[in-house]
């Protein structure tokens, strides 16, 4: 129509920010004058008004839902079992917020895209997912903030790929709330919005929370993964413990090591343990499993090889990666094919290198850690005593059968060596004992005296059953090796023995009597013992990670905690303090001991 008189009004948040505009027409001309104006001013005004609570409103109800929602995902994620419970249920978060959401994983100075949700986005994001965005410096600010909110995308910063990456997606704001695992930065929550000012520090407490929540599971799961590792090394260490204080056979223990190793990093590696001669400076391979076989290897002088080196340097070594690099940076030389990885620990007994053991992946980078390393470091004395001890066993026995010609050597071996041996014929009567043997006879002045003696002379009828026992080894021509014996001392220490009696027969294959070992391993059966303990601590620390970590309820996650903690470990008091917000003081939330048979409780 033919309009003559078209004033506009804007419509204006209490911001003066302009939100629309009024428009009245007329068809008849000086409808509209000075007077009426401010009335269809305040019209606008009022509608602008009204305008605004209803989006007030529409926008209470969104946050709403989505706090809600995001409180669910918390408490989903409180419950979760393990890190990829808790992922999936972020990622089912975020997919139904209205924001172009993302989850980004932090490695080094770069972000990875692990999960993108854009409500206007295509069947292509997926493809998105492990894209690398820099980021200059950005760690330390995540590590600072709990929240990052970014207005202008387009301004300077370290995240200013990320910022890209949301303006090519039309996204106007954004906001970085961080996931901290022990105080570092492991993942980070991105979102986007289409309009400026969407999100506000109070609008993002709910993400916060969550990345909080997510946080403290991961550092959770992180715990109990590592109580379980510790867990297993002292499993893997009381196994060893057991087998070479068994084991005398030099072959059967190699290979009884080699399976356990096996067992704990991996039937696929190469195993081998060197022993080396300082006399003749060579270094023998006794026992060397590769390429899913046991293949012999030649005794070969000290060089320059990675096995000169470690007994050399007398310290441990691992190559991760990098092998032939590192090997040249040591001075050392690769000798026949390299591996990918590498690790070994020499053999010391008393100080001085008796040789080696070696674990390589021919195949593989970081096959080996840190922690792998502390646990062959951990081992590897006793693997040198053991091997120690077979080494002297064989060279018995060998003195044995040369028992004429070796008569001196069999002389001194019996002055000094610290294990007690005693020989006795098809009677029971001593023909040889050592030093060592002869001092637990206190009414004895030296070793010779024995000689001719029995047990049933010496001790009473109380050796009847060890002769019985004897005179069937003797005659069944059936060693006994390793038996374990404990004992206590005159000053009533506890203390173990290994007994091993080996039958002596003569060129023909005649009885002739017996050989007598006997080793103390009371040192190594209270590290044993001193392992279970410990194990059975680990054990139950992981139990309490595991039973206090289910509820959300502060003052029933104190009690449970408080309680568990006295009560497993035998504590008679146990308590625990929190900081008050924005002071230093530290209150006393949860105590409980217990006195003279009754508990005490406190609540603060």
């Given at each position: 129509?033919?309009?003559?008189?078209?004033?506009?009004?804007?419509?204006?948040?209490?911001?003066?920010?302009?939100?629309?505009?009024?428009?009245?027409?007329?068809?008849?001309?000086?409808?509209?004058?000075?007077?009426?104006?401010?009335?269809?001013?305040?019209?606008?005004?009022?509608?602008?008004?009204?305008?605004?609570?209803?989006?007030?409103?529409?926008?209470?109800?969104?946050?709403?839902?989505?706090?809600?929602?995001?409180?669910?995902?918390?408490?989903?994620?409180?419950?979760?079992?393990?890190?990829?419970?808790?992922?999936?249920?972020?990622?089912?978060?975020?997919?139904?917020?209205?924001?172009?959401?993302?989850?980004?994983?932090?490695?080094?100075?770069?972000?990875?895209?692990?999960?993108?949700?854009?409500?206007?986005?295509?069947?292509?994001?997926?493809?998105?997912?492990?894209?690398?965005?820099?980021?200059?410096?950005?760690?330390?600010?995540?590590?600072?903030?709990?929240?990052?909110?970014?207005?202008?995308?387009?301004?300077?910063?370290?995240?200013?790929?990320?910022?890209?990456?949301?303006?090519?997606?039309?996204?106007?704001?954004?906001?970085?709330?961080?996931?901290?695992?022990?105080?570092?930065?492991?993942?980070?929550?991105?979102?986007?919005?289409?309009?400026?000012?969407?999100?506000?520090?109070?609008?993002?407490?709910?993400?916060?929370?969550?990345?909080?929540?997510?946080?403290?599971?991961?550092?959770?799961?992180?715990?109990?993964?590592?109580?379980?590792?510790?867990?297993?090394?002292?499993?893997?260490?009381?196994?060893?413990?057991?087998?070479?204080?068994?084991?005398?056979?030099?072959?059967?223990?190699?290979?009884?090591l080699h399976k356990l190793f096996g067992d704990s990093l991996g039937s696929d590696l190469t195993?081998?343990?060197?022993?080396?001669?300082?006399?003749?400076?060579?270094?023998?391979?006794?026992?060397?499993?590769?390429?899913?076989?046991?293949?012999?290897?030649?005794?070969?002088?000290?060089?320059?090889?990675?096995?000169?080196?470690?007994?050399?340097?007398?310290?441990?070594?691992?190559?991760?990666?990098?092998?032939?690099?590192?090997?040249?940076?040591?001075?050392?030389?690769?000798?026949?094919?390299?591996?990918?990885?590498?690790?070994?620990?020499?053999?010391?007994?008393?100080?001085?290198?008796?040789?080696?053991?070696?674990?390589?992946?021919?195949?593989?980078?970081?096959?080996?850690?840190?922690?792998?390393?502390?646990?062959?470091?951990?081992?590897?004395?006793?693997?040198?005593?053991?091997?120690?001890?077979?080494?002297?066993?064989?060279?018995?026995?060998?003195?044995?059968?040369?028992?004429?010609?070796?008569?001196?050597?069999?002389?001194?071996?019996?002055?000094?060596?610290?294990?007690?041996?005693?020989?006795?014929?098809?009677?029971?009567?001593?023909?040889?004992?050592?030093?060592?043997?002869?001092?637990?006879?206190?009414?004895?002045?030296?070793?010779?005296?024995?000689?001719?003696?029995?047990?049933?002379?010496?001790?009473?009828?109380?050796?009847?059953?060890?002769?019985?026992?004897?005179?069937?080894?003797?005659?069944?021509?059936?060693?006994?090796?390793?038996?374990?014996?404990?004992?206590?001392?005159?000053?009533?220490?506890?203390?173990?023995?290994?007994?091993?009696?080996?039958?002596?027969?003569?060129?023909?294959?005649?009885?002739?009597?017996?050989?007598?070992?006997?080793?103390?391993?009371?040192?190594?059966?209270?590290?044993?013992?001193?392992?279970?303990?410990?194990?059975?601590?680990?054990?139950?620390?992981?139990?309490?990670?595991?039973?206090?970590?289910?509820?959300?309820?502060?003052?029933?996650?104190?009690?449970?905690?408080?309680?568990?903690?006295?009560?497993?470990?035998?504590?008679?008091?146990?308590?625990?303090?929190?900081?008050?917000?924005?002071?230093?003081?530290?209150?006393?939330?949860?105590?409980?001991?217990?006195?003279?048979?009754?508990?005490?409780?406190?609540?603060?």
């Amino acid at each position: 129509g033919d309009h003559r008189d078209l004033p506009s009004f804007p419509t204006r948040r209490s911001s003066d920010l302009v939100i629309g505009l009024l428009d009245v027409q007329s068809v008849h001309p000086n409808t509209f004058d000075s007077e009426n104006l401010p009335v269809f001013q305040t019209l606008a005004s009022q509608l602008a008004i009204g305008l605004r609570n209803i989006f007030l409103v529409e926008a209470a109800q969104i946050n709403l839902e989505e706090t809600n929602l995001l409180y669910r995902a918390s408490r989903q994620i409180a419950q979760a079992n393990n890190e990829t419970e808790v992922l999936q249920h972020l990622e089912e978060a975020i997919g139904q917020t209205n924001y172009v959401s993302m989850i980004l994983n932090v490695e080094d100075d770069h972000l990875i895209l692990a999960k993108l949700h854009d409500p206007r986005g295509g069947r292509l994001d997926a493809n998105l997912r492990g894209i690398s965005l820099p980021m200059q410096r950005g760690l330390e600010r995540l590590a600072e903030n709990h929240v990052l909110i970014q207005e202008n995308l387009l301004s300077p910063s370290e995240f200013a790929s990320l910022m890209n990456f949301l303006v090519r997606r039309e996204c106007r704001s954004a906001a970085l709330v961080p996931i901290l695992v022990e105080g570092v930065p492991t993942q980070v929550i991105a979102l986007g919005a289409r309009d400026t000012g969407a999100f506000t520090p109070s609008s993002l407490q709910p993400f916060s929370s969550l990345a909080e929540v997510i946080g403290n599971s991961l550092s959770r799961f992180k715990l109990i993964q590592m109580l379980r590792q510790r867990l297993s090394e002292l499993e893997i260490l009381a196994s060893m413990s057991e087998t070479i204080s068994t084991e005398t056979d030099p072959i059967t223990l190699f290979r009884s090591l080699h399976k356990l190793f096996g067992d704990s990093l991996g039937s696929d590696l190469t195993f081998a343990i060197t022993l080396y001669d300082a006399i003749a400076n060579t270094i023998e391979v006794p026992y060397m499993y590769e390429g899913s076989e046991i293949t012999n290897v030649a005794a070969f002088p000290l060089g320059e090889g990675l096995t000169s080196y470690l007994i050399r340097t007398k310290k441990p070594l691992l190559i991760a990666r990098n092998t032939e690099q590192v090997t040249r940076q040591l001075g050392a030389k690769t000798i026949g094919k390299p591996a990918r990885s590498w690790m070994g620990a020499p053999l010391m007994v008393g100080g001085e290198v008796i040789g080696a053991v070696i674990l390589q992946d021919t195949e593989r980078e970081e096959r080996f850690n840190d922690q792998d390393l502390k646990l062959l470091s951990t081992v590897a004395p006793s693997i040198a005593t053991a091997v120690r001890n077979a080494q002297l066993l064989t060279k018995m026995q060998q003195s044995i059968q040369a028992f004429e010609q070796e008569h001196l050597l069999l002389q001194n071996l019996l002055q000094n060596i610290p294990e007690q041996v005693f020989f006795k014929n098809s009677q029971g009567r001593y023909m040889r004992v050592s030093n060592s043997y002869a001092t637990q006879y206190p009414n004895i002045s030296s070793a010779d005296d024995l000689i001719g003696h029995t047990d049933l002379e010496l001790q009473g009828e109380q050796a009847s059953i060890s002769y019985r026992d004897e005179q069937t080894i003797i005659f069944n021509g059936e060693p006994e090796i390793g038996k374990l014996i404990e004992t206590t001392d005159p000053d009533g220490n506890q203390r173990w023995y290994i007994h091993s009696r080996l039958p002596m027969q003569d060129a023909q294959g005649n009885p002739m009597g017996l050989m007598g070992i006997i080793q103390d391993v009371s040192e190594l059966k209270a590290s044993e013992q001193l392992s279970q303990r410990r194990a059975e601590r680990v054990n139950t620390a992981a139990e309490i990670a595991r039973d206090t970590a289910g509820t959300l309820d502060a003052e029933e996650l104190l009690r449970r905690a408080v309680y568990v903690i006295r009560d497993r470990f035998g504590f008679y008091h146990a308590g625990i303090f929190l900081i008050e917000r924005g002071s230093e003081t530290a209150v006393l939330r949860r105590s409980e001991e217990r006195r003279v048979g009754k508990e005490c409780r406190s609540r603060w």
